[in-house]
């Protein structure tokens, strides 16, 4: 068997700037977005629980899992906020939080 010792990557090729000034904002910048990435999946996490009580309570009443009309006003929430892309991301969460349709 070989063994491969890797060579650390410099921050310019981990980065892929140029000058070591650009290569520390990038870090910097980077460490904010997997902190804010962090946030934005534990809101994701609570916003499928939040999802599932409003399901449940809907099912053991009689009804349906699904509400189009509802999906219909958090997808135009979304649009109205991020364009187009939005849509796309709500339409990602809503099978997140109800599964796929
Ligand atoms: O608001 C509701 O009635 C929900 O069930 C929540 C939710 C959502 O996650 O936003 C999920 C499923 C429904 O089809 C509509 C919306």
Redesign the pocket.
Known sequence: MTTTTATPLTPAEKTGARTDEAAALIGDARERIDALDDRIIGLIQE??A??AV??EA?ISSGGR????A??ME?LGHYRDALGKPGTALAMT??EL??GRI
């Not at 899992?65 to 189009?68: K, S, Y």
Request: aromatic residues 0%.
């Open positions: 916003r499928v939040v999802s409003i399901q809907r899992r699904v509400n189009l509802r999906e958090v969460m809503l939080c109800r």
